[in-house]
């Protein structure tokens, strides 16, 4: 192992062993807009990797380019070692994508939607049928097999838009905010069926919006913005960015400017956001140092209603890096 900075964040190398997903100085730009910039990452065999970003980052472009759907500008990707400009069709073989947007079949029911899938990915006779069978087992939608899709609710439709992604055994798997809109059960049996595949081998890249979700299910994560990856490793290592600090959310009412001068000259501290109604800060002995920062607050004309103290998250970094949350 070893490390790598990029724009001053360390992070780490992982050895080449079982890399599924490579892509190296990645770059994709529609005119003159550059919406991926020299984006370079790999994920391995058995491991989930996070790909976060605010609305506009690149996630979406980089995934269209990993699945074949947008040709880089230049740059390299390879799946299971194949290029997936030269060698598209090798590379997609043991490729499973489960889009943001639904691709199901409404007036088909759950079994025709499996076996359309699982025949376009080359399964025939005794082996799809089986197969379907397996995937409508472990999605949980045997009891609903032969309704149609139309009447299934949000949750059976995100499940069976990963079955059908999964049908044909795929190697490597591109999930893109998988569980958006989905209710808590189905979300839980999502994130299960998730760590099932990747317990069996399977390569996950992960989008998100659910912090929680990102923070609790990856094993690695890059962080994009403005088309360029700012930070990745692992979740201690990303903490590291914010030092041993704790962070202290405020809810209230605070005014930025009066709110700035008030605390700029404290030391050790550092101003992660401030919105009307909360403010997020950084600092060591959050704690004990309360009293203090209660006093400059009212002295800005601050109104504090609630106060909470917390380690750093995946959502203070991220706010950290970006200068905005995940969900704007």
Same mark, same amino acid.
């Not at 079994?111 to 025939?124: D, E, K, M, Q, V």
């Not at 189905?186 to 890249?205: M, N, P, Y």
């Given at each position: 192992?070893?490390?790598?900075?990029?724009? &001053?964040?360390?992070?780490?190398?992982?050895?080449?062993?079982?890399?599924?997903?490579?892509?190296?100085?990645?770059?994709?730009?529609?005119?003159?807009?550059?919406?991926?910039?020299?984006?370079?990452?790999?994920?391995?065999?058995?491991?989930?990797?996070?790909?976060?970003?605010?609305?506009?980052?690149?996630?979406?472009?980089?995934?269209?380019?990993?699945?074949?759907?947008?040709?880089?500008?230049?740059?390299?990707?390879?799946?299971? &070692?194949?290029?997936?400009?030269?060698?598209?069709?090798?590379?997609?073989?043991?490729?499973?994508?489960?889009?943001?947007?639904?691709?199901?079949?409404?007036?088909?029911?759950?079994?025709?939607?499996?076996?359309?899938?699982?025949?376009?990915?080359?399964?025939? &006779?005794?082996?799809?049928?089986?197969?379907?069978?397996?995937?409508?087992?472990?999605?949980?939608?045997?009891?609903?097999?032969?309704?149609?899709?139309?009447?299934?609710?949000?949750?059976?439709?995100?499940?069976?838009?990963?079955?059908?992604?999964?049908?044909?055994?795929?190697?490597?798997?591109?999930?893109?905010?998988?569980?958006?809109?989905?209710?808590?059960?189905?979300?839980?049996?999502?994130?299960?069926?998730?760590?099932?595949?990747?317990?069996?081998?399977?390569?996950?890249?992960?989008?998100?919006?659910?912090?929680?979700?990102?923070?609790?299910?990856?094993?690695?994560?890059?962080?994009?913005?403005?088309?360029?990856?700012?930070?990745?490793?692992?979740?201690?290592?990303?903490?590291?960015?914010?030092?041993?600090?704790?962070?202290?959310?405020?809810?209230?009412?605070?005014?930025?400017?009066?709110?700035?001068?008030?605390?700029?000259?404290?030391?050790?501290?550092?101003?992660?956001?401030?919105?009307?109604?909360?403010?997020?800060?950084?600092?060591?002995?959050?704690?004990?140092?309360?009293?203090?920062?209660?006093?400059?607050?009212?002295?800005?004309?601050?109104?504090?209603?609630?106060?909470?103290?917390?380690?750093?998250?995946?959502?203070?970094?991220?706010?950290?890096?970006?200068?905005?949350?995940?969900?704007?």
């Amino acid at each position: 192992m070893c490390l790598q900075t990029w724009g &001053g964040v360390i992070a780490r190398i992982l050895p080449m062993s079982g890399v599924m997903i490579e892509v190296a100085d990645l770059r994709k730009q529609f005119g003159d807009l550059v919406a991926v910039d020299e984006v370079a990452f790999e994920a391995r065999s058995g491991e989930i990797f996070g790909f976060l970003g605010p609305n506009g980052a690149g996630k979406s472009t980089t995934i269209g380019c990993l699945c074949g759907l947008i040709t880089p500008t230049s740059g390299r990707i390879r799946i299971l &070692g194949h290029d997936v400009v030269t060698d598209g069709l090798a590379s997609r073989e043991q490729l499973g994508v489960v889009p943001q947007e639904l691709a199901l079949f409404e007036e088909l029911s759950a079994t025709h939607n499996l076996s359309y899938w699982g025949a376009a990915y080359g399964l025939r &006779g005794a082996e799809l049928n089986t197969r379907v069978l397996e995937v409508l087992e472990i999605t949980g939608l045997v009891d609903r097999a032969k309704e149609p899709v139309k009447q299934f609710s949000g949750g059976m439709k995100r499940r069976l838009n990963l079955g059908c992604a999964i049908v044909h055994k795929p190697r490597v798997l591109l999930l893109d905010e998988p569980t958006v809109g989905v209710d808590p059960q189905s979300r839980v049996r999502l994130l299960e069926l998730v760590r099932e595949l990747v317990a069996d081998g399977t390569c996950v890249l992960y989008t998100t919006h659910y912090m929680e979700e990102a923070e609790t299910l990856c094993d690695r994560l890059a962080i994009l913005d403005f088309g360029r990856i700012i930070a990745q490793g692992t979740l201690p290592e990303l903490r590291g960015i914010l030092g041993e600090r704790d962070i202290l959310r405020l809810s209230g009412t605070f005014a930025e400017e009066a709110v700035r001068h008030a605390l700029d000259p404290l030391p050790d501290l550092e101003i992660l956001q401030i919105e009307e109604d909360g403010l997020r800060l950084a600092l060591a002995g959050a704690s004990l140092r309360l009293p203090e920062l209660f006093q400059a607050l009212h002295g800005a004309g601050a109104e504090i209603r609630d106060t909470t103290v917390s380690q750093p998250s995946l959502e203070s970094l991220f706010i950290k890096l970006t200068g905005k949350e995940l969900r704007e």
